[in-house]
């Protein structure tokens, strides 16, 4: 069985600056990797996405991830935070073969202050 | 394409009544998904349907949940003798079968459970 360790459960950072959220994972297959962002009281949003090929992923909000298979990490990062980047990230893997649903870490609460 | 929608989004029920959950996946999506959040917490998973089998459920399940998808379109959770644990919030989700997409999974914005 797969899990995922996010190791910040919260992450408070200053506006324009850089921020990594780190995401480890276990699986004895090959998975797939995402990160989703959750607003308050809001569901799930698809964030981005490893499923092959180039090791890092990017999403159209400037936050890229790379996946690290010798580190079997997927950390997630931002070169210059805002303030509406504020919300909670959920790494998750899946894998390959299985029925594919998701095993999602804990979060990481990401505060952007001004 | 209007995403994943659930219905009621907000519930506050007393302990031991039964509430049901209904969810609606994107159109074109023959895998649904069920999940709870509690607070603080990331999403687990419950159960998931290809089309209208539930093919798996998890030991999170108990047999005072039960899921149905009669037409392989929408679906219903159901929580009988609802117990204060409960409270959580429900999360529907949806894929398409197979590689296309990566099987990416589509999440809607949640049906929240309070049970006093």
């Known amino acids: 069985a797969q899990s995922v360790t996010q190791l910040d459960s919260q992450v408070p950072v200053f506006e324009e600056a850089p921020v990594e959220l780190r995401c480890n994972y276990s699986?004895?297959?090959?998975?797939?990797l995402f990160w989703y962002v959750q607003y308050p009281n809001q569901g799930l949003q698809l964030l981005l996405k490893?499923?092959?090929?180039?090791?890092l992923v990017e999403s159209i909000n400037g936050f890229e991830a790379e996946f690290n298979k010798s580190q079997t990490s997927f950390h997630l990062r931002k070169p210059s935070v805002h303030i509406s980047d504020t919300a909670e990230y959920f790494c998750?893997?899946?894998?390959?073969?299985?029925?594919?649903?998701?095993?999602f870490g804990s979060g990481t609460q990401l505060t952007v202050l001004p | 394409d209007t995403g994943v929608s659930q219905d009621p989004r907000h519930k506050i029920t007393k302990r031991g009544q039964n509430v049901t959950f209904r969810c609606d996946p994107i159109?074109?999506?023959?895998?649904l998904y069920w999940y709870r959040q509690t607070l603080g917490q990331g999403p687990e998973f419950l159960t998931y349907?290809?089309?209208?089998?539930?093919?798996?459920k998890s030991r999170l399940l108990s047999d005072r949940f039960s899921a149905e998808r009669p037409k392989g379109s929408f679906s219903t959770l159901e929580i009988q003798r609802t117990e204060q644990g409960d409270s959580a919030m429900y999360l529907c989700?949806?894929?398409?079968?197979?590689?296309?997409?990566?099987?990416?999974?589509?999440f809607g914005e949640g049906s929240w459970l309070t049970v006093v």
């Open positions: 699986s004895s297959v090959s998975v797939y």
């Open positions: 989700a949806s894929s398409l079968d197979g590689t296309r997409t990566g099987n990416t999974i589509y």
């Open positions: 998750a893997v899946s894998e390959y073969g299985s029925a594919r649903q998701l095993t």
């Open positions: 490893y499923l092959s090929g180039s090791t």
């Open positions: 159109s074109e999506h023959n895998r």
């Open positions: 349907f290809q089309n209208e089998a539930q093919l798996e």
